[in-house]
């Protein structure tokens, strides 16, 4: 897989799933928990998702320019 259409599933996996956090993306086919933390740190370092603390684990949710991306009303080409 390509890094662009890695980070695409990353964000969409997230959006079905309501949260991501690196466990989870690690059991999908061509990824390792490494790979996935730096997935999600550098996605959510550039904005497209945001690391929540809680109990231990960070917990990835959309960022805030995916969500600027979805409110956009002019989208002219």
Sequence with gaps: MQ???K???VV???NEL???DGRI???APGWDRVQ???YLTTLARLGWLERLTGNGRPVYVLGRKL???GLSRDLRI
């Design 3 to 5: 890094s662009v259409e």
């Design 7 to 9: 980070a695409l599933f």
């Design 12 to 14: 969409e996996r997230t």
């Design 18 to 20: 309501g949260r991501m």
């Design 25 to 27: 993306l690690a059991k």
């Design 36 to 38: 996935a933390s730096r």
């Design 67 to 69: 969500l600027a991306l």
